[in-house]
């Protein structure tokens, strides 16, 4: 306990099926990538999952860029110093670059991700490239702080603009979740 993860260390959280989907349709943006990774990156896929997996559009709302939004600028907040740390210190990532390019990396990752949730209603995992180079090299401290921050203004500055224009309804379709969770858990009961 208090020992920092390393290379080859495992971070799982497990949350039952109805905490998961009411913090996907809260737009968390780390619960909703599940419902996006690639058939050949998952481990294990019940009936269930894959149904659940194909009503992702179920899940999508302007609601989720407000989320991916205040991710962002937290992290961004975090990387200038203007909020605290959460017991989160990389001095090794700081020595090297000047800043943490974990936080960095993260903060354009949601940005970024946000304006394509926004714009498109999914996301396409792994990043693709360019953007996934780009953060690959944010990350491995080969982008500079100043022009992250720009980076970041400018993402966090369409997304803002996306929450009154993108195409995706205000809310999500919380009667179709619901009543998906209401089934599964009746079949997994055998009721």
């Not at 349709?25 to 990156?41: A, D």
């Not at 200038?80 to 090794?92: A, D, I, K, S, Y």
């Not at 982008?143 to 720009?150: C, I, K, M």
């Amino acid at each position: 306990m208090g020992e920092r993860s390393g290379a080859g260390d495992v971070d799982a959280v497990i949350y039952s099926l109805r905490k998961w989907a009411r913090l996907a349709l809260q737009g968390n943006p780390t619960v909703l990538l599940p419902l996006f990774v690639p058939r050949s990156h998952t481990l294990v896929e019940t009936s269930l999952g894959t149904e659940l997996r194909g009503m992702a559009e179920a899940f999508a709302s302007r609601q989720a860029g407000k989320r991916f939004l205040g991710y962002a600028r937290a992290q961004r907040e975090r990387l200038q110093g203007t909020r605290g740390q959460l017991r989160v210190h990389r001095p090794e990532l700081v020595a090297l670059y000047g800043f943490d390019t974990k936080f960095a990396g993260h903060l354009l990752r949601l940005a970024h991700q946000g304006i394509e949730y926004l714009t498109t209603g999914r996301l396409v995992l792994p990043i693709p490239d360019p953007l996934g180079g780009h953060l690959r090299d944010v990350r491995a401290g080969r982008v500079a702080l100043p022009e992250v921050l720009a980076e970041a203004e400018d993402a966090e500055a369409r997304l803002h603009d996306l929450l009154a224009s993108s195409p995706l309804p205000e809310c999500p379709d919380v009667a179709r979740v619901e009543a998906f969770i209401v089934r599964a858990y009746r079949e997994r009961w055998g009721w």
